[in-house]
């Protein structure tokens, strides 16, 4: 075969190198020679990396020791405090040798009654000495961190303001949750002397010491309240201080990083091409010093040909720049995702150059009453097969097509391409007694194309399913003949403690957990996601709205996708539509969230212009063309107008009234609240011209911090619409960061019929509690609580389903009541605690569920996702150690086991992780991490020449160690 296949660029060199850049708005203009890419570039000193790499997951180094984000910390150095009021105070040569000592992280109020008044202003000082001479010598900006401070704020360095939060005579609550960083003026930091740093702060105060407790009494200074966590703003990957976004991007830091790789021989006949699945965020492609081309869209793939520029001994060198405010989630930097190179003929298949389409199935028929599984007795197979002539005269090709269909014949098609030149082909096949492809039956075939010109062949595989889809506001949407509602989520595109790093099997697994707990349909919010992801889509049996952007000529940060958006949507919509065109999973597409130009005349026509350029570049699939709108009004109706469905984000309350007024308009709930869950079923059951809905979101993902929320603390956390570092995570998913179930989707798993029954204990609550706009109670499928005997605990029960019209609940086999069920299938009880086994069942069946009581953990246990997974890097295993009982029980209330872990054989530790969004603790080139609810998660990686068997053990002071073996099997 003379075309090789495509061969995954794993292993290459990465480094920061010590340049920054700044791109301008507008299409980023070519920049100078960068001595990184140049061929002979000493690049020993690099650390060697496996692609897909994300650098914003990996640890930080000491901020003092930063070289791209330097930074200064001086929370927990010694300190003078003085209560009162004076100017001087921030000089450096005041005498501050007569106040009082203090330590960073104590509430002020313990150094005196003084600090207890209400409306108190007092001083810090701190005498700094620069003990890393880098610092003064830094190219990048210096930043003074202190942290969270209780109440406003000015901050001095020797005698210079440098920053302050808040107004300093009436602080406000919000100024008590924020963390501070200031960029100190170049040549204001001293080396050859002490710096003297003076911080002036104003707390609201009162009387107390310690959290806020809801009584108008604040604490003062730097104190650390433990309502809000640890306040030191570097912790693992996560800078609170410096992280440009801040919450938006879970606290994590980009800037810049560059890649290089040899290039191996390429055959003087053949052409080579590099392709990226996706790096993040702009991209700048060198081989040997010359620039092949500028990338700004992080999440579309993109090609570069790479022929004339070989040389027989060739670098390809990638410089990756995510700076500044480009984004509303974490995203990642770097190449996270899959790079390959690909050597063809000059007359070869070009890129996503085989398009598949199924047309005229008839004989549909239907094989089962509960589930959609289909057949049908004949189809047509029509294959597109575009054809690239890089050659110098014109090519007579052949063109022969199959498919993996019993008794199906090949086409055949003879074309001439002209030199320099594309020219499309389509073959037909015709095909009978055919599997169709649905969530239930994601039955999958194969095309095979094989081109030939002269003695050379190409050769490409393509997957596809066979199905019917149609959308209408009278029978919805329909798969196969059969309406069908989207139970949906929407999912960003990182792998938790993976980051953004698109590993296949990281990928798979979000795909196979969403499945598991009943989900058919995923929105791809707000992005393409990766090849691996879609496959897994389509192999499992998940219907996809494949999303383009998140906005367009108008951001929503200053440094976003609309700097690029004019010169680049075309290009990065055809990289979108042509990559996965031949996906059946992929049901619609939409061509933006949210967009901030939707009420615009502007925005009216690009939601025109995207929708057609869609409609011709996917022209007869059948998909629908959407756009998610958030609260939705008649206003919208311009914007809508052009789309096949319309996407309503939190607008349920307009699916009537808007029926009313254009009954023919198809509505999708594009984003909904998980508390609202219920109401808004309740409308998609009923409703035919809505089609289902995506709850926003399916999976936990790192930024957005704490969106999804809820407290009773009482303390400065409490009704708070999002709590500082170190929450890292937007904590609204149904699945947490990895892969466990958490309680709204035990009560979603009821509502959509996956499993008949289940139960929710509420923890017990020191305050009334406030629940975000995203969030779900405090609730756990637990009776294991550390409260008193007799401490009445909230319960509920959820069930759906023939005889489930009252809960009976039971404890120790004592019935204690029993409840009829609301409308939304939830029976409430109030239970006075006593260890033992809860009980709830369906009166009338013999349905039940059971929580038991664990005691002290006593031993780690083991379990993976998969004990035989390929000897291969894209493949992991996902294995869970648990902090059990004596009886073999998960103890949910062991929340801080360190568990170390250790890994011997063909494999390595990848990462380590737990769902605890407020937990930013290292999850990459590490072998400890704390248990959070009794339990955490290895990944593990094969790695090594030869497959074998991995053996992972995990550890923790006074438990009995675990032990599990992981084989690898050869590719």
């Known amino acids: 075969m003379l075309t090789t296949p495509n061969e995954n660029v794993l292993t290459t060199l990465f480094a920061h190198c010590g340049v920054t850049s700044n791109i301008p708005p507008g299409p980023p203009p070519p920049p100078p020679v960068e001595p990184c890419a140049k061929f002979d570039y000493q690049d020993a000193a690099w650390r060697t990396v496996d692609t897909p790499h994300d650098w914003s997951i990996e640890d930080l180094p000491n901020g003092e020791d930063d070289t791209e984000y330097p930074e200064i910390q001086p929370r927990y150095g010694s300190w003078k405090l003085k209560q009162g009021d004076d100017p001087s105070y ?43 001479p880098h610092l003064c010598n830094s190219s990048a900006a210096v930043t003074l961190s202190p942290g969270i401070i209780m109440g406003s704020d000015e901050t001095y360095l020797n005698g210079i303001k440098i920053g302050a939060t808040g107004n300093i005579t009436t602080p406000a609550q919000g100024d008590y949750t924020t963390c501070r960083s200031y960029s100190l003026p170049a040549g204001l930091l001293h080396c050859d002397k002490d710096n003297t740093l003076a911080i002036r702060v104003k707390s609201i105060g009162g009387p107390g010491n310690g959290s806020y407790t809801g009584d108008g009494n604040y604490p003062g200074g730097l104190f650390d309240d433990p309502d809000l966590g640890n306040t030191l703003g570097r912790i693992g990957p996560f800078d609170a201080a410096l992280s440009p976004n801040g919450r938006s991007y879970g606290f994590s830091l980009g800037g810049v990083g560059w890649y290089r790789k040899a290039v191996p021989t390429i055959p003087a006949e ?8 996706g790096v993040y965020d702009v991209s700048e492609v060198y081989i040997n010093g010359v620039l092949l081309g500028v990338h700004p ?17 060739d670098v390809i060198a990638v410089k ?30 070009n890129l996503w150059g085989v398009r598949v389409q199924t047309t005229d199935i008839s004989g549909i028929t239907s094989l089962s009453d509960t589930q959609q599984i289909h057949t049908a007795t ?21 063109a022969v097509a199959s498919v993996s269909v019993a008794g199906a014949s090949s086409a055949k098609e003879t074309f001439s391409v002209a030199p320099g030149t594309t020219t499309a082909t389509q073959l037909h096949i015709s095909v009978s007694n055919i599997k169709l492809w649905s969530p239930d039956s994601p039955t999958l075939y194969s095309a095979a194309v094989t081109i030939t010109s002269g003695a050379n062949t190409d050769v490409v595989n393509v997957s596809f399913g066979f199905r019917t889809i149609k959308f209408s506001a009278a029978s919805g949407f329909q798969l196969n003949g059969v309406t069908t509602k989207l139970q949906g989520g929407c999912v960003h595109h990182a792998n ?15 795909v196979e957990t969403l499945k598991k707990h009943g989900y058919n349909a995923i929105r791809t919010s707000h992005n393409p996601v990766s090849p691996a992801f879609l496959d897994a889509c389509d192999r499992l049996g998940i219907m996809v709205m494949d999303e383009a952007f998140d906005c367009w000529e108008k951001g929503k940060n200053t440094d976003d996708y609309h700097v690029y958006f004019d010169a680049w949507w075309q290009r990065d919509l055809q990289a979108m539509v042509h990559r996965d065109t031949n996906h059946p999973s992929v049901i619609m597409w939409s061509i933006g969230n949210e967009i901030p130009m939707r009420g615009t005349p502007a925005g009216y026509n690009l939601s025109k212009v995207l929708s057609d350029y869609v409609r011709v570049l996917d022209s007869g699939s059948g998909r629908a063309v959407t756009s998610a709108y958030p609260f939705v009004r008649n206003s919208a109706d311009p914007f809508f107008q052009y789309l096949d469905v319309a996407g309503y984000n939190y607008s349920p309350d307009q699916y009537q009234g808007d029926h009313n007024r254009l009954p023919e308009r198809i509505m999708v709930g594009t984003e909904s609240f998980p508390k609202d869950s219920y109401e ?92 975000s706009g995203w969030g779900w109670p405090n609730d756990l499928d637990s009776w294991t609580w550390p409260v008193a005997a007799g401490t009445v605990l909230g319960v509920r029960v959820f069930a759906k389903g023939p005889g489930c019209d009252a809960a009976v609940l039971s404890l120790n086999g004592k019935r204690l009541g029993t409840v009829a069920f609301e409308a939304n299938y939830s029976a409430y009880f109030n239970v006075p605690y006593a260890p033992g086994t809860l009980t709830a069942a369906c009166n009338g069946s013999s349905t039940n569920v059971s929580l038991t009581t664990a005691t002290h953990p006593v031993r780690l246990e083991l379990s993976a996702d998969r004990q035989t997974i390929a000897h291969s890097k894209t493949d992991l295993s996902y294995v869970t150690v648990s902090a059990v009982s004596a009886d073999g029980q998960r103890v949910p209330t062991a929340n801080a086991v360190q568990v170390t872990f250790g890994i011997e054989g063909a494999g390595i530790l990848r990462a380590v992780g737990n769902g605890n969004p407020a937990d930013p603790t290292s999850v990459l080139h590490t072998t400890t991490k704390s248990t959070w609810r009794g339990r ?20 923790a002071p006074g438990l009995t160690p675990a032990k599990i073996v992981i084989s690898t099997t050869a590719m």
């Open 680 to 771: 808004m079923w309740s409308d998609v059951w009923s409703m035919s011209w809505v089609i289902g809905d995506f709850i926003w979101t399916a999976m936990d993902y790192l930024g957005e911090t704490s969106i999804g929320h809820a407290t009773s603390s009482g303390g400065l956390d409490y009704g708070a619409q999002s709590l500082p570092f170190p929450w890292h995570d937007a904590y609204c998913g149904d699945i947490d960061l990895v892969g466990h179930q958490k309680p709204q989707s035990v009560y979603r798993t009821v509502l959509w019929g996956v499993v008949p029954i289940s139960m929710l204990v509420h923890a017990p609550s020191p305050h009334a509690e406030k629940v």
């Open 270 to 277: 053949k052409r080579a091409y590099i392709r990226f699945d």
């Open 90 to 132: 921030s000089s450096p040569t005041y005498d501050d040798s007569q106040w009082a000592a203090a330590k960073g992280g104590t509430d002020w109020r313990a150094y005196g009654s003084a600090f207890a008044a209400h409306n108190v202003t007092g001083w810090y000082r701190q005498h700094l000495t620069v003990t890393n």
């Open 320 to 349: 990756v720049l995510n700076e500044g405010r480009n984004s509303r989630w974490y995203s990642g930097s770097g190449i996270y995702r899959h790079v390959w190179l690909t050597i063809v003929d000059p007359v070869h298949i």
């Open 378 to 398: 004949a189809a047509t197979v029509a294959i597109t097969v575009n054809v690239t002539n890089d050659g110098s005269t014109a090519a007579s090709v052949g």
């Open 496 to 510: 938790g403690p993976l980051g953004a790093a698109a590993i296949d099997r990281a990928d798979e697994r979000r």
């Open 936 to 955: 955490a998660v290895a990944v593990v990686q094969p790695s090594g020449a030869s497959a074998g068997d991995i053996t992972l053990t995990a550890s």
């Open 297 to 313: 869209y992080g999440y579309t793939t993109f090609q570069y040909d790479l022929t004339p520029h070989l040389t027989g001994k």
